[in-house]
Protein backbone atom coordinates (compact mmCIF):
# COMPACT_ATOMS: atom_id res chain seq x y z
CA UNK A 1 0.00 0.00 0.00
CA UNK A 2 1.14 3.33 -0.85
CA UNK A 3 0.93 6.98 1.00
CA UNK A 4 0.48 7.21 5.14
CA UNK A 5 -0.80 4.94 6.67
CA UNK A 6 -2.04 5.50 10.62
CA UNK A 7 -2.76 2.07 12.19
CA UNK A 8 -5.07 2.48 15.73
CA UNK A 9 -5.87 -0.33 18.02
CA UNK A 10 -3.89 -2.81 16.38
CA UNK A 11 -2.92 -4.28 19.97
CA UNK A 12 -5.44 -7.77 19.40
CA UNK A 13 -2.68 -8.58 16.45
CA UNK A 14 0.49 -7.36 18.19
CA UNK A 15 -0.23 -9.37 21.14
CA UNK A 16 -0.76 -12.66 18.65
CA UNK A 17 1.98 -12.07 16.88
CA UNK A 18 4.28 -11.98 20.49
CA UNK A 19 2.85 -15.42 21.18
CA UNK A 20 3.60 -16.76 18.21
CA UNK A 21 7.06 -15.17 17.94
CA UNK A 22 7.60 -16.45 21.80
CA UNK A 23 6.64 -19.97 20.28
CA UNK A 24 9.21 -19.70 17.37
CA UNK A 25 11.67 -18.83 18.95
CA UNK A 26 11.37 -21.13 22.37
CA UNK A 27 10.30 -24.71 20.60
CA UNK A 28 12.52 -26.07 17.63
CA UNK A 29 9.62 -28.38 16.46
CA UNK A 30 7.19 -25.27 15.92
CA UNK A 31 9.64 -22.67 14.47
CA UNK A 32 10.30 -25.93 11.47
CA UNK A 33 6.64 -26.09 10.84
CA UNK A 34 6.27 -22.37 10.76
CA UNK A 35 9.21 -22.41 8.18
CA UNK A 36 8.01 -25.32 6.42
CA UNK A 37 4.20 -24.32 6.39
CA UNK A 38 4.08 -21.01 4.72
CA UNK A 39 1.31 -18.34 4.94
CA UNK A 40 1.67 -14.39 4.69
CA UNK A 41 1.14 -14.25 8.83
CA UNK A 42 3.55 -17.10 9.24
CA UNK A 43 6.23 -15.71 6.98
CA UNK A 44 5.95 -12.14 9.00
CA UNK A 45 6.60 -13.78 11.89
CA UNK A 46 9.96 -16.01 10.90
CA UNK A 47 10.97 -12.87 9.64
CA UNK A 48 10.72 -10.71 12.39
CA UNK A 49 12.64 -13.59 14.35
CA UNK A 50 15.37 -13.95 11.86
CA UNK A 51 15.95 -10.24 10.86
CA UNK A 52 14.53 -8.00 13.95
CA UNK A 53 12.42 -5.31 13.39
CA UNK A 54 13.22 -3.50 10.17
CA UNK A 55 12.22 -0.80 8.00
CA UNK A 56 9.87 -3.16 5.99
CA UNK A 57 8.08 -4.77 9.26
CA UNK A 58 5.83 -1.70 9.46
CA UNK A 59 4.15 -1.89 6.34
CA UNK A 60 4.44 -5.63 5.60
CA UNK A 61 2.11 -5.42 9.45
CA UNK A 62 -0.43 -2.77 7.87
CA UNK A 63 -0.90 -5.26 4.58
CA UNK A 64 -1.26 -8.01 6.63
CA UNK A 65 -3.92 -6.03 8.58
CA UNK A 66 -5.70 -4.41 5.93
CA UNK A 67 -5.72 -7.72 3.74
CA UNK A 68 -6.69 -10.49 6.12
CA UNK A 69 -8.63 -8.64 9.27
CA UNK A 70 -10.81 -6.03 6.43
CA UNK A 71 -10.67 -3.28 9.32
CA UNK A 72 -12.53 0.22 8.73
CA UNK A 73 -10.57 2.54 6.90
CA UNK A 74 -10.78 6.50 6.33
CA UNK A 75 -9.13 9.01 4.40
CA UNK A 76 -7.78 11.59 6.00
CA UNK A 77 -6.07 14.74 4.61
CA UNK A 78 -3.05 14.98 2.75
CA UNK A 79 -3.36 11.20 1.53
CA UNK A 80 -3.17 9.79 5.10
CA UNK A 81 -5.57 6.92 5.51
CA UNK A 82 -6.50 5.91 9.19
CA UNK A 83 -7.02 2.13 9.78
CA UNK A 84 -8.69 1.41 12.94
CA UNK A 85 -7.92 -2.35 13.51
CA UNK A 86 -9.84 -2.95 16.75
CA UNK A 87 -11.11 -6.56 16.67
CA UNK A 88 -11.76 -9.59 18.94
CA UNK A 89 -9.00 -11.99 19.43
CA UNK A 90 -10.57 -14.47 17.91
CA UNK A 91 -11.29 -12.27 14.50
CA UNK A 92 -7.43 -12.20 14.54
CA UNK A 93 -6.92 -15.70 14.99
CA UNK A 94 -9.34 -16.83 12.31
CA UNK A 95 -8.02 -14.87 9.96
CA UNK A 96 -4.49 -15.44 10.47
CA UNK A 97 -4.52 -19.13 10.45
CA UNK A 98 -7.34 -20.16 8.48
CA UNK A 99 -4.95 -22.70 6.59
CA UNK A 100 -4.05 -23.72 9.65
CA UNK A 101 -6.68 -24.95 12.04
CA UNK A 102 -6.52 -26.14 15.61
CA UNK A 103 -9.70 -29.11 14.75
CA UNK A 104 -10.39 -30.30 11.20
CA UNK A 105 -13.19 -32.52 11.33
CA UNK A 106 -14.66 -34.51 8.26
CA UNK A 107 -17.82 -36.30 8.48
CA UNK A 108 -18.33 -39.42 6.25
CA UNK A 109 -21.57 -41.48 5.54
CA UNK A 110 -21.07 -45.20 5.63
CA UNK A 111 -23.56 -45.07 2.22
CA UNK A 112 -21.22 -42.61 0.76
CA UNK A 113 -24.87 -40.55 0.49
CA UNK A 114 -24.60 -36.75 -0.70
CA UNK A 115 -23.93 -35.64 3.10
CA UNK A 116 -20.26 -36.36 2.74
CA UNK A 117 -20.08 -33.53 -0.04
CA UNK A 118 -18.08 -30.16 1.21
CA UNK A 119 -18.00 -32.11 5.00
CA UNK A 120 -14.81 -30.44 6.00
CA UNK A 121 -15.50 -28.53 9.00
CA UNK A 122 -12.24 -26.19 10.33
CA UNK A 123 -12.06 -24.94 14.20
CA UNK A 124 -9.65 -22.38 13.79
CA UNK A 125 -9.85 -22.08 17.30
CA UNK A 126 -11.84 -24.88 20.20
CA UNK A 127 -14.23 -23.03 22.62
CA UNK A 128 -14.15 -23.91 26.42
CA UNK A 129 -16.51 -22.92 28.31
CA UNK A 130 -16.25 -22.51 31.74
CA UNK A 131 -19.30 -22.98 34.80
CA UNK A 132 -16.97 -22.02 37.89
CA UNK A 133 -14.11 -19.90 36.47
CA UNK A 134 -11.34 -22.92 36.89
CA UNK A 135 -9.91 -24.50 33.59
CA UNK A 136 -8.44 -27.36 35.41
CA UNK A 137 -10.02 -30.35 33.11
CA UNK A 138 -8.53 -28.38 30.14
CA UNK A 139 -7.08 -32.10 28.87
CA UNK A 140 -10.64 -33.48 29.69
CA UNK A 141 -12.06 -30.79 27.07
CA UNK A 142 -9.76 -31.73 24.45
CA UNK A 143 -10.26 -35.21 24.57
CA UNK A 144 -14.03 -34.62 24.52
CA UNK A 145 -13.17 -32.59 21.25
CA UNK A 146 -11.43 -35.37 20.17
CA UNK A 147 -13.65 -38.31 20.22
CA UNK A 148 -14.97 -39.28 16.97
CA UNK A 149 -19.15 -39.36 16.78
CA UNK A 150 -21.85 -41.82 15.20
CA UNK A 151 -24.95 -41.61 14.53
CA UNK A 152 -27.86 -42.17 11.96
CA UNK A 153 -27.44 -40.34 9.24
CA UNK A 154 -30.60 -38.92 8.15
CA UNK A 155 -29.78 -37.10 5.18
CA UNK A 156 -32.87 -36.31 2.92
CA UNK A 157 -32.11 -36.51 -0.69
CA UNK A 158 -35.87 -36.30 -3.03
CA UNK A 159 -38.12 -37.78 0.06
CA UNK A 160 -35.58 -40.33 0.49
CA UNK A 161 -33.95 -40.43 3.84
CA UNK A 162 -30.38 -42.28 4.25
CA UNK A 163 -30.01 -44.74 7.12
CA UNK A 164 -25.83 -45.41 6.52
CA UNK A 165 -24.06 -44.47 9.47
CA UNK A 166 -22.63 -41.17 10.26
CA UNK A 167 -19.59 -40.73 11.79
CA UNK A 168 -17.86 -37.49 12.93
CA UNK A 169 -13.77 -38.04 12.85
CA UNK A 170 -11.91 -34.76 14.60
CA UNK A 171 -8.21 -34.27 13.34
CA UNK A 172 -5.87 -32.29 15.49
CA UNK A 173 -3.66 -29.98 14.65
CA UNK A 174 0.02 -31.06 14.38
CA UNK A 175 1.02 -27.52 15.13
CA UNK A 176 -1.02 -25.53 17.76
CA UNK A 177 -3.96 -25.04 19.85
CA UNK A 178 -5.80 -21.95 20.28
CA UNK A 179 -8.80 -22.39 23.09
CA UNK A 180 -11.34 -19.41 23.34
CA UNK A 181 -12.12 -19.45 27.08
CA UNK A 182 -15.49 -18.07 28.72
CA UNK A 183 -18.51 -18.18 31.25
CA UNK A 184 -21.07 -20.01 30.45
CA UNK A 185 -23.91 -17.66 31.19
CA UNK A 186 -27.19 -19.35 32.35
CA UNK A 187 -26.87 -21.91 29.58
CA UNK A 188 -27.20 -19.91 26.97
CA UNK A 189 -24.35 -18.49 24.41
CA UNK A 190 -24.84 -15.55 22.55
CA UNK A 191 -23.17 -15.51 19.20
CA UNK A 192 -22.78 -11.83 19.55
CA UNK A 193 -21.02 -12.15 23.23
CA UNK A 194 -18.21 -9.56 22.88
CA UNK A 195 -15.72 -9.53 26.09
CA UNK A 196 -17.27 -6.49 27.17
CA UNK A 197 -20.46 -7.94 28.00
CA UNK A 198 -19.66 -11.34 29.52
CA UNK A 199 -18.11 -11.81 32.86
CA UNK A 200 -14.45 -12.51 32.36
CA UNK A 201 -12.31 -15.62 33.08
CA UNK A 202 -10.12 -14.84 35.81
CA UNK A 203 -7.23 -16.65 36.94
CA UNK A 204 -3.45 -17.06 38.18
CA UNK A 205 -1.25 -17.71 35.32
CA UNK A 206 0.60 -20.67 37.70
CA UNK A 207 -3.11 -22.19 37.74
CA UNK A 208 -3.15 -22.75 33.96
CA UNK A 209 -2.39 -26.27 32.67
CA UNK A 210 1.54 -26.11 31.23
CA UNK A 211 1.03 -29.29 29.07
CA UNK A 212 -2.08 -30.93 26.91
CA UNK A 213 -1.34 -34.20 25.13
CA UNK A 214 -3.07 -36.18 22.41
CA UNK A 215 -2.15 -39.18 20.85
CA UNK A 216 1.97 -38.92 20.85
CA UNK A 217 1.88 -35.38 20.22
CA UNK A 218 2.57 -32.84 23.17
CA UNK A 219 1.43 -29.11 22.93
CA UNK A 220 2.88 -26.89 25.52
CA UNK A 221 1.38 -23.80 27.17
CA UNK A 222 3.73 -20.73 25.13
CA UNK A 223 0.90 -17.97 26.60
CA UNK A 224 -2.36 -16.57 26.67
CA UNK A 225 -4.09 -13.30 25.53
CA UNK A 226 -5.80 -11.23 28.43
CA UNK A 227 -8.25 -8.23 27.56
CA UNK A 228 -9.39 -5.34 30.01
CA UNK A 229 -12.19 -3.89 28.75
CA UNK A 230 -12.40 -0.11 28.41
CA UNK A 231 -12.61 1.99 31.36
CA UNK A 232 -15.48 4.11 30.16
CA UNK A 233 -18.82 3.49 28.43
CA UNK A 234 -17.84 6.01 25.37
CA UNK A 235 -18.13 4.33 22.51
CA UNK A 236 -15.25 6.10 21.08
CA UNK A 237 -13.46 4.09 24.28
CA UNK A 238 -12.66 0.42 22.94
CA UNK A 239 -10.42 -2.37 25.41
CA UNK A 240 -7.04 -3.75 25.46
CA UNK A 241 -5.10 -7.14 24.37
CA UNK A 242 -2.17 -7.38 25.54
CA UNK A 243 -0.16 -11.36 25.88
CA UNK A 244 1.69 -13.00 28.82
CA UNK A 245 4.15 -15.11 26.97
CA UNK A 246 5.50 -18.27 29.49
CA UNK A 247 9.12 -18.48 28.62
CA UNK A 248 10.86 -21.89 30.22
CA UNK A 249 8.86 -23.53 33.36
CA UNK A 250 7.63 -20.49 34.90
CA UNK A 251 9.09 -17.22 33.81
CA UNK A 252 6.48 -15.36 32.70
CA UNK A 253 6.67 -12.17 30.31
CA UNK A 254 4.09 -9.47 29.41
CA UNK A 255 4.15 -8.33 26.23
CA UNK A 256 1.89 -5.26 25.38
CA UNK A 257 2.36 -2.69 22.88
CA UNK A 258 1.88 0.09 24.58
CA UNK A 259 5.12 -0.49 26.28
CA UNK A 260 8.35 -0.86 24.78
CA UNK A 261 9.72 -3.78 26.15
CA UNK A 262 8.36 -7.06 27.43
CA UNK A 263 7.86 -6.94 31.37
CA UNK A 264 8.54 -9.49 33.95
CA UNK A 265 5.56 -11.07 35.55
CA UNK A 266 5.04 -13.12 38.64
CA UNK A 267 3.78 -16.63 38.54
CA UNK A 268 0.61 -15.51 40.90
CA UNK A 269 -0.43 -12.77 39.15
CA UNK A 270 -4.24 -13.11 38.26
CA UNK A 271 -5.26 -12.05 35.08
CA UNK A 272 -8.04 -11.77 32.99
CA UNK A 273 -8.00 -14.74 30.12
CA UNK A 274 -9.67 -14.81 26.74
CA UNK A 275 -7.41 -17.16 24.70
CA UNK A 276 -4.98 -19.79 25.41
CA UNK A 277 -2.34 -20.86 22.97
CA UNK A 278 -0.47 -24.39 22.82
CA UNK A 279 2.12 -25.18 20.41
CA UNK A 280 4.31 -28.49 20.02
ZN1 LIG B 1 -25.87 -40.82 4.48
Known sequence: MDGNIVLTNTCAFDALASLIMVSYCDSNKYSTKIDFNH???LNFISKIVKNGITSATY??????IINKTKP???QLQYGTMLVCCDTTITNVVNSMFKEFPSVTEKTTCSSNCQLTTNSLKLKIYLSYQTENGQIKDLQGFLDSQLKS????????????VCKGVEEIMPNISDMHLFIDVFYWEDGLVSNNRSSETTEQVKMRLSDIPKLLVYNDITYELRGVISFQ???????TSSGHYNAYAIRGTKNWQLFDDLKKKPTPIKENKKISIELLVYTI
Open 39 to 41: NEF
Open 59 to 64: SERADL
Open 72 to 74: EMQ
Open 149 to 160: VQSTCQYMDSEI
Open 229 to 235: PAQSKLR
